[in-house]
């Protein structure tokens, strides 16, 4: 199994950027494919975005694609969340995932090992 330790929430005005980071332990890194999930106050989990195995593959929500960047450095076992274009609407607890699958995960329901969260707020 692998373990994962997201970093790098904090709090940011409309406009800026933030970096999310997702540390992994465990199995070989590599064998993962990662997403990004979000949940804000008194809604559901949402999909972010995601990236395959090897980095090749990626894809996001409509709501963020064009502002956030998902990658991902197998010799560090980091996946990132570049986050741009920051909206008010982008605050919640942004979660990372793990999956070892042939394809790619786009569903929660796909994804077998969590982190615990961090938090980001956006101030308007």
């Known amino acids: 199994q692998v373990q994962l330790v997201e970093s790098g929430g904090g709090l940011a005005q409309a406009g800026g950027s933030l970096r999310l980071s997702c540390a992994a332990s465990?199995?070989?890194?590599?064998?993962?494919?990662m997403g990004w999930f979000r949940q804000a106050p008194g809604k559901d989990r949402e999909f972010v975005a995601a990236?395959?195995?090897?980095?090749?593959?990626?894809y996001y929500a409509d709501s963020v694609k064009g502002r956030f960047t998902i990658s991902r450095d197998n010799i560090k076992n980091t996946a990132y969340l570049q986050m741009n274009s920051l909206k008010p609407e982008d605050t919640a607890v942004y979660y990372c995932?793990?999956?070892?699958?042939?394809?790619?995960?786009?569903?929660?329901?796909?994804?077998?090992?969590w982190g615990q969260g961090t938090r980001v707020t956006v101030s308007s």
């Open positions: 995932a793990a999956r070892s699958s042939l394809w790619l995960p786009l569903s929660g329901d796909e994804y077998r090992y």
């Open positions: 465990g199995r070989p890194f590599s064998e993962y494919n």
């Open positions: 990236v395959s195995r090897s980095g090749t593959s990626t």
